[in-house]
């Protein structure tokens, strides 16, 4: 059940980046020749004044289909008739329906919520190492700034960052009686302390509580929002750098694995809030990754509109639609040849488990 659910959420999430094309295009007077939603053959469709509307077999994908989106048309109400402002806005509202999207469910969720976690110190564990505390260690009252230059804000950024560590010393900045006091290298580690007679591995802090007023809920919903751009980021670098691998790279089938399994052993609603979470980030991750400048994707359209901008000013010449086109056609396979390995990688962890 919750592996169909959270295939119709996936689905819901590339229908609200497509309509978010759509309506902007509608609202310029672009004719939008087929809406769609899904990837394959069709099951449903239905053809409207002038926009075909379906339904395809796979729910991974979807477009909105625009005259003269590749290529110059004599139609004045093409897409590449449009003056370059409006071209743009068409392009980035289907992320900004996606960043939407998942600011809203982010709200939703923490509406709910009975408390927050900070990142001031109010307890040292028992048996946290002597070494690591006092006026070159932590104290109590120390309030964590950053591990490894990133910010924290909250107790789950300063989880995230520990964790991205792997275990190594850490660059850890604390504010203490005012001033900031970076402590280099610091090797902090989880370790095992009892609890009421269990034991558990932990970093042996205890964070202050914060009250879930109205005011706090916004600030930690917008903060969350803004913060799964930071994760984007923070994604990519480890990426390209080669801190993680390809293969722990997850598409469309991997996403609607991680919903199901954060969904199973869970009470009916608590699974849907977990579902819901991991959508809102998905969300926000679609947003952003679709503005990169990579060709095929929005953000590629709106690299090239603002450079032919410059290259028309400059050689005072208009450059034909159709080398863009070109560029896009080849990024889109070399997409969809990246997608087809992620896919496999996906499907080959799924089968080892």
């Known amino acids: 059940m919750y592996i169909i659910i959270a295939i119709i959420v996936f689905g819901i999430l590339i229908a609200v980046h497509e309509l ?3 309506a902007a295009a509608k609202a310029f007077g672009v004719k939008v020749l087929e809406f769609s939603i899904g990837m394959g053959p069709r099951l449903l469709k239905k053809q409207g004044k002038e926009t075909l ?4 077999a796979f729910p991974f994908g979807g477009s909105c289909l625009m005259e003269g989106e590749d290529e110059e048309t004599p139609d004045p109400r093409s897409f590449t008739a449009q003056r370059r402002w409006k071209r743009v806005i068409i392009l980035v509202a289907g992320a900004f329906m996606n960043f939407v999207f998942g600011a809203v ?6 509406s709910q919520m009975g408390g927050f976690t900070g990142t001031t110190v109010t307890q040292l564990a028992d048996g946290f190492p002597t070494s690591l505390q006092g006026q070159n260690g932590l ?3 120390d309030k964590l700034m950053s591990v490894n230059g990133e910010r924290l804000y909250y107790v789950n950024d300063f989880s995230v960052f520990m964790e991205l560590a792997s275990g190594k010393p850490v660059d850890l900045t604390v504010q203490r009686d005012g001033k900031e006091v ?11 302390y009892t609890d009421d007679g269990v034991k558990t591995m932990r970093y042996g802090i205890s964070f202050n509580g914060i009250q879930p007023t109205a005011g706090e809920k916004i600030k930690y919903a917008t903060y969350t929002t803004l913060n799964y751009v930071r994760l984007v980021r923070v994604s990519l670098t480890m990426l390209f750098t080669g801190a993680v691998g390809l293969n722990q790279v997850s598409g469309p089938v991997g996403i609607v694995s991680v919903m199901n399994q954060a969904a199973e052993g869970q009470a009916f609603w608590a699974a849907l809030a977990n579902i819901a979470s991991i959508s809102a980030l998905v969300a926000v991750n679609l947003a952003v990754m679709n503005l990169l400048p990579i060709p095929a994707l929005d953000g590629g359209r709106i690299f090239f509109l603002i450079v032919t901008f410059f290259v028309e000013k400059i050689s005072r010449r208009r450059v034909d639609p159709k080398y863009e086109g070109y560029i896009h056609t080849a990024g889109f396979f070399l997409l969809i040849g990246l997608m087809c390995v992620v896919l496999v990688s996906d499907v080959l962890k799924l089968v080892h488990g």
């Open 20 to 22: 978010g094309h759509f």
């Open 53 to 56: 509307y379906s339904l395809r």
């Open 105 to 110: 469910v982010v709200f939703i969720l923490v």
């Open 139 to 141: 104290m109590v009252g």
């Open 182 to 192: 970076t402590l280099t290298d610091f090797p902090l580690q989880k370790r095992e």
